[in-house]
């Protein structure tokens, strides 16, 4: 059985994940609203929101999670 630390790393996870994408998207839509450009600021939100999603995932891919692995 897994250790409630181990969820809380996993949760955090999930959850940076999701605000990765889900804020980007967000401004876009207020800045859609905004400056009435319906479909321009979700887009640049989304793609932006993608950008940052694959810069953190190469992140946590090359880290080693605070294990010690030699070579």
Do not use: H, V
């Amino acid at each position: 059985m897994r250790l409630p630390e181990e969820y809380a790393k996993y949760l955090a996870l999930g959850a940076e994940i999701a605000a990765t994408l889900l804020i980007p998207i967000g401004l876009g839509y207020l800045a859609d609203k905004f400056l009435d450009s319906s479909p321009n600021g979700i887009l640049i939100g989304a793609i932006s929101g993608i950008f940052i999603f694959f810069i953190l995932i190469f992140k946590i891919a090359n880290s080693d999670g605070g294990n010690d692995r030699k070579k």
